[in-house]
């Protein structure tokens, strides 16, 4: 019973924390004077077409109605305009890009497939790097392994994603002529060039975001090791293996999963840089463009999908707390 | 204070590469003039008809110490140090509004309790639940021209920032709040303000210091990210995420233009985090090594 109250406890929360995001983010971008009927009216852009746009878009009414339509638009889609210059935007609406002339639903469809390998690769590579590399620098702590281990983390650390990237991107594609440059397969069309095309990009990610895991593994796996039931558990004789696998990073993993919940929710909505850098069409770059045109819907959509995408993340870290840590849920 | 002779070695060429980087960002002007160059003057003759700077290493000779930037042959080494500037300042300034928006926040939140520490709870977990950067990208891009840049993002990177050291604070002040020597003052009759200046902000005064000194790297580092993407510092004010970005197009045929300014980003940061590490270490008894 208290599990399931816990769980429904969580999940309103997150559904609420959406809501104040939204309405706070929609808030924002459409009380800023950037007019999206004034930007896609065209010139010469007399009054009369400049009121039949707003009308048209939907953007003739106070914020918090559009906000209203918005979220109606979500549950039930909607309709821009009427007769037969009139677009429909089916649920889940997330707005209508009039400058693409398509559903921003649509759009975040057709790039997510890339942030998402994008992204679950480069995890998968970093958590068992990171929590790897973090696990054996405590329990050897002061070796040169430690030391050395920890020195390239603090480089990670600092370093930051694009020039990495191109750094590789240097190394590998121009000097060595090893992996693309650039660009991007799906895996339906073909998994080997799908692959060849991520290889670099997942490194890349992947040694930085390990770079943090590692010093968080190490730094929290020291202090777990000072605890009683550390020195409990090898007074009665378990191997050392044990102690450290089975009760040292059990403990360990709470912050590691709640800061990899946040990682990978933010990477999931746009890993804006890294896209950028290896010429990825993810919704990142959907993101850039629509910010280099001033397409205002897709903006406010991508901003919005990628916090529903870290609030779920969050949600799942919470759910995955009590299956590492049963306390949790009582 | 623990002292551990590594460590405190890591941490003083930290601080020395810092107060380098300081001193480089203040006399720029000085530096550029003994150069004999600017950020801003072009020289085309330093390039080939393709716009690829003309000679070793990206061009570098006796007048163009770091070589020149491709396309419009602007001296390298000027756009370097005033770029230092540029990630300094805005470093600076969004840390200063991170850090007096989350000690304001995080220990009221702490001291005072009931229903204003549960909004400011709740507001952090948004925040923390917030894309961020997108949003960051999104609202550069769309913010009226007539806000200025460095401003802006100095307050909205700012914006951002305060949460993490608020949480700490908070957490902080909510233990502070229950020692004798507080209830003490209460006793004797100090109001709110008085305990809070008093009593709770002296005993928080080294984690604010540590939490400045390691959100500065983070800082300097978003500055950059939203130059690179082209909506960070405006041109041509020089920023090194700037040129960073600029370098992409050039990386095959001059990789010397991103070694430069990426080199130097690089080296700012791990000076600052090397330095808010051996803080930390040094006031942090369990976890130093």
Request: glycine share 12%; proline share 5%; hydrophobic share 55%.
């Amino acid at each position: 019973m208290t599990a399931v109250r816990f769980v429904g406890g969580r999940i309103v929360g997150a559904l609420v924390v959406l809501l104040i995001v939204s309405v706070g983010t929609y808030a924002v971008f459409y009380l800023l004077p950037a007019d999206p009927a004034q930007l896609s009216c065209g010139k010469p852009c007399t009054p009369q077409r400049l009121a039949d746009a707003r009308a048209f878009m939907g953007v003739d009414v106070p914020w918090w109605q559009q906000y209203l339509d918005f979220l109606g638009g979500l549950f039930a889609g909607r309709t821009f305009g009427s007769g037969p210059a009139a677009v429909h935007c089916g649920a889940p609406c997330f707005g209508y890009s009039f400058r693409l002339d398509a559903p921003v639903s649509t759009l975040i469809a057709d790039r997510f497939a890339v942030t998402f390998s994008l992204a679950t690769g480069a995890a998968v590579l970093w958590l068992l790097l990171g929590v790897g590399a973090g696990v054996l620098s405590a329990v050897r702590r002061g070796s040169a392994w430690d030391r050395g281990a920890m020195t390239f983390a603090v480089a990670g650390v600092s370093a930051p994603s694009y020039l990495v990237g191109l750094l590789g991107i240097l190394l590998f594609g121009f000097t060595l002529d090893m992996v693309p440059v650039g660009g991007y397969t799906p895996f339906v069309d073909s998994p080997l060039d799908w692959l060849w095309h991520l290889v670099l990009p997942w490194c890349v990610l992947a040694f930085l975001f390990a770079a943090v895991y590692a010093r968080l593994t190490r730094g929290q796996m020291l202090e777990v090791l000072g605890e009683d039931y550390i020195r409990t558990a090898r007074a009665k004789g378990l191997r050392e293996r044990r102690v450290v696998g089975r009760h040292g990073l059990r403990n360990v993993l709470i912050p590691v999963v709640t800061v990899f919940g946040l990682d990978l929710g933010q990477l999931l909505g746009g890993a804006v840089i890294t896209e950028r850098v290896f010429s990825l069409p993810g919704l990142g770059s959907l993101l850039l463009e629509a910010v280099g045109n001033v397409d205002l819907p897709v903006i406010v959509g991508v901003t919005l999908f990628s916090a529903v995408l870290i609030i779920l993340a969050n949600l799942a870290v919470d759910l995955l707390y009590g299956v590492i840590d049963p306390r949790v849920t009582h | 204070m623990n002292f551990d002779v590594r460590k405190d070695r890591w941490a003083a060429a930290g601080a020395l590469t810092v107060a380098l980087f300081l001193l480089a960002a203040a006399f720029a002007p000085v530096l550029c003039a003994i150069e004999g160059q600017d950020p801003y003057t072009y020289d085309l003759d330093a390039l080939d008809s393709s716009g690829v700077p003309v000679g070793f290493g990206g061009g570098i000779s006796a007048d163009h110490w770091f070589g020149v930037e491709p396309l419009t042959g602007r001296d390298l080494f000027a756009i370097v140090v005033y770029g230092a500037r540029t990630s300094l300042a805005v470093g600076a300034g969004a840390t200063a509004v991170a850090v007096v928006l989350g000690v304001l926040i995080g220990t009221t939140a702490g001291f005072f309790g009931g229903w204003y520490d549960r909004v400011v709870s709740r507001t952090i977990d948004v925040l923390f639940g917030f894309p961020s950067l997108i949003f960051m990208i999104a609202l550069g891009a769309i913010a009226p021209a007539s806000v200025p840049r460095p401003l802006l993002v100095v307050a909205v990177v700012g914006a951002f920032g305060w949460p993490s050291i608020a949480r700490v604070l908070r957490g902080q002040t909510l233990v502070l709040r229950t020692r004798t020597y507080v209830t003490a003052a209460v006793a004797m009759g100090a109001g709110p303000a008085r305990v809070m200046r008093r009593e709770i902000l002296p005993n928080l005064r080294a984690t604010i210091i540590v939490y400045a000194t390691t959100l500065i790297p983070g800082m300097i580092g978003v500055e950059a990210a939203l130059s690179f993407l082209g909506v960070g510092v405006a041109p041509p004010t020089p920023s090194w995420g700037r040129s960073i970005g600029d370098a992409i197009a050039w990386v095959g045929t001059d990789p010397m233009f991103l070694v430069f300014p990426g080199g130097a980003l690089f080296l700012a940061t791990l000076a600052f985090n090397v330095v808010g590490d051996g803080l930390r270490d040094a006031l942090d008894t369990r976890t130093a090594g």
